[in-house]
C-alpha cells in the first residue's frame, strides 16, 4: 500500500534559519514524489517534484530510496515561506495521477 | 498556469438534501479528474477518480450512490453529495491534469457544510 509519513505537524523557525521538512513514503514499485504547498487563502499547487531535479523558490528535494524519504531543505527560510506543505506520493506509472498525500506540515518562519 | 475552478466555494445546506459542486478546468481539457476530501486538520483523502465519457472510479471505503460523480464534457466534473448528512461536512477539492505536461492543477476547495 501506499503511504507518506510527515511526522512534522509544525515547524517553526527564524528567518535565516535552514529549513528541513520530513517526508518519509511506503511503496513496492518506483514512486513518483512530490511537494505541494498551500499558502493562506490559496488553492493546492506543485512546489517541486522529484524528477526534475530542480529547485524551486531555494528549496529543493532529494529522493533517498534507501531510507524512504524525500525530505524537503531550504538553506535559508524567509517569511513568504510560511504555509502547509504536503508531501505526495504517486505510484500509478503517470506522473502526477492519483496521489497520495501525507499529513501536512504547517511551516511557520519567524522574523 | 493552467486554472482550475470550483463552484460554489461554500455551501450550507439541510440535512436530507443533495448538494452539487461543479469543477472546470478553465483553459485546458482534462479526460481525468480527481476528486478529494479533506478533514480539519487532516490531509487530502482522494475519494474519486472522474473520467470524461465514463464512470468514475472510486476508493474504498467511498460510497458511490452517496457521492455522484459525473464528468459529462472535457471540461467539466460534478460531485453531488446525495442525501447529505451532518458527517459528510468537509472540504471538497477537485484537480485536474494537464494534457501537456501531466501536472495536477487543484481547484480552490468547496466547503460544504450540513445543518
Known amino acids: 500500500a501506499q503511504r507518506v509519513t510527515q511526522p512534522e505537524k509544525l515547524l517553526s523557525v527564524f528567518k535565516g534559519a535552514p529549513v528541513e521538512l520530513k517526508c518519509n513514503y511506503s511503496?513496492?514499485?518506483?514512486?513518483?514524489l512530490f511537494w505541494y504547498v498551500q499558502y493562506s487563502r490559496q488553492r493546492l499547487q506543485l512546489l517541486l517534484r522529484?524528477?526534475s531535479r530542480e529547485s524551486i523558490k531555494g528549496f529543493t528535494a532529494d529522493l533517498n530510496k534507501g531510507e524512504t524519504s524525500f525530505h524537503l531543505k531550504k538553506p535559508f527560510a524567509q517569511e513568504e515561506d510560511s504555509a502547509m506543505y504536503y508531501c505526495a506520493l504517486s505510484g500509478e506509472g503517470e506522473y502526477g495521477n492519483k496521489l497520495v498525500f501525507g499529513a501536512g506540515t504547517i511551516l511557520r518562519v519567524k522574523s | 498556469g493552467a486554472v482550475v475552478s470550483q463552484h460554489p466555494s461554500w455551501v450550507i445546506c439541510k440535512s436530507g438534501t443533495s448538494v452539487k459542486i461543479e469543477c472546470r478546468s478553465l483553459d485546458f481539457q482534462a479526460t481525468t479528474m480527481f476528486w478529494y476530501r479533506q478533514f480539519p486538520k487532516q490531509s487530502l483523502m482522494l475519494m474519486a477518480t472522474s473520467n470524461e465519457g465514463s464512470k468514475a472510479t472510486y476508493e474504498q471505503g467511498v460510497e458511490k450512490d452517496k457521492f455522484l460523480i459525473n464528468h459529462a464534457s472535457l471540461t467539466l466534473s460534478t460531485l453531488t453529495v446525495t442525501s447529505a448528512h451532518p458527517e459528510d461536512s468537509s472540504f471538497y477539492i477537485c484537480?485536474?491534469?494537464?494534457?501537456?505536461?501531466?501536472?495536477?492543477?487543484f481547484g480552490e476547495g468547496s466547503r460544504l457544510t450540513v445543518l
Open positions: 484537480s485536474a491534469s494537464s494534457p501537456y505536461t501531466g501536472e495536477l492543477f
Open positions: 522529484h524528477i
Open positions: 511503496y513496492s514499485g518506483s514512486p513518483e
